[in-house]
């Protein structure tokens, strides 16, 4: 049964760093025009992104937070604060007070009063000081010194329970690095409910609230589309979505009047189960999940309830993300069209793994035929028949430790050029640091989450 | 009782989720009569099949029934996953496409709930397995 409170709505307008800039003034709009408590969330950090952000920071101390912070921000932040919308997002990245910093900054150059920032720290577990903790989690897997040698970062998952805290102070803003993406949303629930932090049921709804909400558009039709089949209106101006959470933790997911996309229990279902394994246990910092008995309700266009959901008791791990600079990636790439153009970009791939040899095994796609579905073994491309594709681009990848020998691919590609197939034109080529990741988990006292309220600027 | 023989898409959508280097395909009936069928034909080892070329060392299916759904986790099939694979697509987020291509033998008195118009394109046959 829905409560007597009024809900708490929590927007989200951002899915991924790269995502729109521009998704936040719609939500806040409804956010402002709904009246009640409401927060913003962005979540701007998957598992990649923390790793380019600690490199950014070791060329310059002041980044390693969310490049496009401003262009986020900037919109919204003085409605956000002359309202109450309190702010809850991942994009400290590697740099939390740095960002902090950065939003003080910005509010300044608005004229607006200061706001009280929090930054939740904890996450980094890379310094040398707890190179031990993470030797024993990472445990017999194999070079281990290796990795420890070429670790870029290494980051623990952190929960709600501290941004929960900083709100509970007062923070206006909430500013961290890596915690678990529905985490977001769990603390601003928290913290307006007071649930007891062992309140099972209510954490997983909550987190399965914010599960809907951390990939942005993903829910409001973005990604769903399928022309003929799953057919979706604006999505150039799709909205992102709001969860309307009431006292025991069930949602209502909706989005802005008046934008593109679209919510059904169709969108819903898809989301729910997104990066979910197991639905009986899907495993938070928080909370376990259980969907087994979830349900989606349509209460209106556009207006999806999800019921059903329960909790079990947190895990004694949080999950660690450790990245390691391994080798380096080449790729490179050349088209051919008209007749017997499938034909020349095989010979142009049969060409390239004769003079690369080094750089077995060489991945080979032919854009037009097979480039997608395939595996890095060759398996699924030579499974198909050579055809009569007449636009065909040839894409090979090969990684090596040895710079040197890794750029011999973009050479090689380029030399086709003249040595080549009849035909073959426009070749790009890129080589790039290949960063590789592991995954372990260490008990939750090695990983203590923390906040600390920043000082204004 | 007569049947007909279509593509997994015109009775069920999916999405795929991938963590390292393990991939999540759902599979979300259109219809709630259409649920049964799904149970019955879309199998851990149909499934399995389909990916033969991605090596899955173990394909999962878990059943929500008050949701029509079902999710699939097929494990070690992303080459290392999105930090290590070659492959373009890192993610396999394009790997639900390729699920949703299965054949399945829907019971005339069904096909009302199905998704979409027949499809002149689509074999009844993994046309890659030809080969």
Same mark, same amino acid.
């Given at each position: 049964m829905p409560s007597a409170t009024a809900p708490l709505r929590i927007g989200c307008a951002a899915g991924f760093s790269g995502d729109r800039t521009d998704a936040a003034g719609p939500v806040v709009d409804a956010l402002v025009a709904a009246g009640g408590p409401s927060f913003l969330i962005f979540e701007t950090l998957a598992e990649r992104t923390l790793a380019l952000a600690q490199l950014a920071r070791r060329v310059d101390p002041d980044q390693g937070y969310e490049p496009l912070l401003d262009e986020l921000l900037r919109p919204v932040l003085a409605r956000c604060l002359a309202n109450g919308i309190r702010i809850v997002s991942n994009f400290g990245a590697a740099n939390p007070r740095g960002a902090a910093r950065r939003i003080a900054a910005l509010a300044a150059e608005l004229g607006l009063a200061a706001p009280r920032i929090a930054v939740v720290e904890g996450d980094d577990i890379g310094a040398p000081a707890q190179r031990p903790l993470l030797r024993a989690a990472l445990g017999a897997s194999a070079d281990l010194d290796g990795v420890m040698k070429s670790m870029v970062c290494a980051n623990a998952y952190l929960g709600a329970d501290a941004i929960a805290d900083a709100l509970i102070a007062g923070a206006d803003v909430v500013v961290t690095g890596r915690v678990a993406d529905p985490s977001l949303s769990v603390g601003p629930a928290l913290a307006h409910f007071g649930w007891r932090r062992d309140d099972w049921d209510r954490l997983a709804r909550a987190t399965m609230a914010g599960h809907l909400l951390e990939c942005g558009a993903q829910v409001t039709g973005g990604y769903y589309a399928d022309p003929g089949y799953k057919d979706v209106d604006g999505l150039a101006r799709v909205g992102y979505p709001i969860a309307e959470i009431d006292a025991d933790g069930h949602c209502t997911i909706t989005k802005p009047s008046g934008t593109g996309g679209r919510i059904d229990a169709h969108t819903v279902k898809e989301q729910l189960l997104y990066e979910v394994h197991d639905p009986a246990a899907y495993l938070t910092p928080d909370v376990v999940a259980d969907l087994s008995d979830a349900r989606v309700v349509e209460l209106a266009p556009d207006r999806v309830r999800?019921?059903? +959901?329960?909790?079990?008791?947190?895990?004694?791990?949080?999950? !660690?993300? !450790?990245?390691?600079?391994?080798?380096?990636?080449?790729?490179? $790439?050349?088209?051919?069209?008209?007749?017997?153009? $499938?034909?020349?970009?095989?010979?142009?791939?049969?060409?390239?793994? $004769?003079?690369? @040899?080094?750089?077995?095994?060489?991945? *080979?796609?032919?854009?037009? *035929?097979?480039?997608?579905?395939?595996?890095? @073994?060759?398996?699924?491309?030579?499974?198909?028949?050579?055809?009569?594709?007449?636009?065909?681009?040839?894409? !090979?990848?090969? +990684?090596?430790?040895?710079?040197? *020998?890794?750029? &011999?691919?973009?050479? $090689? !590609?380029?030399?086709?050029?003249?040595?080549?197939?009849?035909?073959?034109?426009? *070749?790009?080529?890129?080589?790039?640091? &290949?960063?590789?990741?592991?995954?372990?988990?260490?008990?939750?006292?090695?990983?203590?989450?923390r906040f600390a309220m920043t000082e204004p600027a | 009782m007569s049947s007909r023989t279509v593509p997994l898409y015109r009775a069920a959508h999916g999405r795929t989720g991938d963590k390292g280097n393990r991939s999540n395909i759902s599979v979300i009936a259109w219809h709630p009569a259409l649920w049964p069928t799904l149970v019955e034909q879309v199998s851990e080892a149909r499934v399995a099949a389909?990916?033969?070329?991605?090596?899955?060392?173990? /394909?999962?299916?878990?059943?929500?029934?008050?949701? =029509? #759904?079902?999710?699939?986790?097929?494990?070690? /099939?992303?080459? =290392? =996953? /999105?930090?290590? #694979?070659?492959?373009?697509?890192?993610?396999?987020?394009?790997? #639900?496409?390729?699920?949703?291509?299965?054949?399945?033998?829907?019971?005339? #008195?069904?096909?009302?709930?199905?998704?979409?118009?027949?499809?002149?394109?689509?074999?009844?046959?993994?046309?890659?397995r030809l080969a």
């Open positions: 999800v019921e059903g +959901v329960r909790g079990h008791p947190r895990p004694a791990t949080l999950k !660690v993300n !450790v990245f390691c600079e391994q080798g380096w990636l080449a790729e490179g $790439e050349i088209s051919y069209a008209g007749p017997r153009a $499938e034909a020349r970009a095989r010979l142009a791939a049969d060409i390239l793994r $004769e003079r690369l @040899g080094a750089l077995a095994p060489l991945r *080979v796609d032919l854009l037009g *035929v097979a480039s997608i579905l395939g595996d890095d @073994g060759g398996r699924y491309l030579a499974m198909q028949p050579p055809g009569q594709a007449r636009d065909v681009r040839l894409r !090979v990848a090969a +990684v090596h430790d040895d710079k040197a *020998v890794a750029e &011999r691919l973009p050479r $090689e !590609v380029t030399a086709l050029y003249t040595c080549g197939p009849a035909g073959g034109g426009g *070749v790009r080529t890129a080589l790039r640091r &290949r960063l590789s990741t592991r995954s372990c988990f260490v008990p939750r006292e090695g990983a203590p989450a | 389909q990916f033969a070329h991605r090596r899955p060392s173990r /394909v999962m299916r878990y059943l929500l029934p008050n949701l =029509g #759904a079902m999710n699939f986790v097929l494990d070690d /099939v992303l080459d =290392g =996953g /999105v930090n290590d #694979a070659l492959n373009l697509d890192s993610h396999g987020k394009a790997l #639900a496409f390729l699920l949703l291509d299965l054949p399945i033998t829907v019971p005339d #008195a069904l096909c009302e709930h199905l998704a979409g118009a027949d499809d002149p394109h689509f074999l009844p046959t993994e046309p890659w």
